[in-house]
């Protein structure tokens, strides 16, 4: 039999375990629109106490979970400040516009990463003329940005500037478990510099739906009604919140193997010429790779790899990205390495 392809595309890709899948099967189920759903009662208790936070709300997206937390925050007219290639502006089908009547001002990042030096004289002034300056967005780790983990103190310094301007602040964590992880610092530290939290459990954690939206209780029951005229509103959700309540059982500390597995992978683009490694580090799960012109395109290097059996994203022109996750086992994240090293060097040089 052909062997498995090892598919690298993005972290939302795997599939419940079979530990996972009886969980599910066994999951105490009510109807959670009536929160009466034992087992995403539980889920949304265990997670605003991990995050530190009053309440809780899960919802079937990371997108939901975003675009309810924008929409609880602001009134149309508003704006919200983020870092130009954020999910929550860029991958959302333009959510804050079309939902919530919110513009954005992005600041261009650092990878994805803003300092609080570039906030300085962005907030409107109190005109009819301005919109209104009222969230702040953040991203961590970052996915555009190649994974990268906030450094704590920016987040600090960007929240105490965002408490002082009145300002709400907003963190979209899909992969805050990967900075967890990755630094060692719990989930409620990070939490604590944001007055809402959107955590991911379809990510890195395996499960097959679902993300939350954590905060104080008045938000997150303007956030639960958005959640219902978004048409996220779910009933017997708790077979859903069974395999997350599994995966934060099973699957938070193996995030470390993931990371491992990145950097082996990261090593061998490193080793290609022609290919560059953007950023040059990879702190978690995440690698974006440029492609030179005279090597050819993002494409080809997706196709020739793949005829090694490795799939990844050619998610740009000149641009790849990598995710490894729990269905890669460090053996098939060599086998990946490995298929880059042999098969990108044999591309045929292009004329440019
Ligand atoms: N990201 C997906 C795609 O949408 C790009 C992926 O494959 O990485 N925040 C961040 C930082 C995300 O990366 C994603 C999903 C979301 C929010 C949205 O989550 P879902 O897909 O559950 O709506």
Known sequence: MA?????????????PTPGMRAAMAAAEVGDDVWHEDPTVNRLEERVAKLLGKEA??????????????????????????????????NYEAGGPAVLSGVTAKPLPGDYGILDVTQFEGQIRPDNEHAVRTRLVCLENTHNRGGGKVYPLE?????????????LAMHLDGARLWNAVVATGIPAATWAAEFDTVSVCFSK????????????????????????????????????????????????????????????????AIRDVPGLRLTPPEVDT????????????????????????????????????????????????????????????????????
């Open 204 to 267: 890195g954690l395996g499960a097959p739906v679902g993300s939350a939206l954590s905060g104080p209780r008045d938000l997150i029951a303007r956030a639960r009604r958005s959640r219902k005229l978004f048409g996220g509103g779910m009933r017997q959700a708790g077979v859903l919140a069974a395999a997350v309540i599994y995966a934060l059982d099973n699957h938070v500390e193996r995030l470390a193997e993931d990371h491992h597995n990145a950097r082996v992978i990261a090593a």
């Open 285 to 352: 799960n995440i690698i974006w790779f440029e492609v030179d012109r005279a090597l050819g395109t993002a494409k080809d290097v997706a196709d020739a790899v793949r005829q090694r059996g490795v799939v990844i994203y050619p998610a740009l022109p000149q641009a790849c990205r990598i995710c490894t996750h729990l269905d890669v086992s460090r053996e098939q994240a060599t086998k990946a390495a490995e298929a880059i090293r042999a098969a990108v060097p044999r591309l045929k040089p292009v004329k440019v």
């Open 56 to 89: 809780c709300v899960y919802v079937p997206s990371g997108t939901m979970s975003n675009q309810i937390a924008v929409r609880a925050h602001t009134q149309p007219g508003d704006e919200m400040i983020c870092d130009a290639s954020c999910h929550v502006l």
């Open 154 to 166: 920016k987040i600090q310094a960007i929240s105490a500037w965002a408490r002082r301007n009145n």
């Open 3 to 15: 062997e498995p392809l090892i598919d690298l595309r993005s972290d939302t890709l795997t599939k």
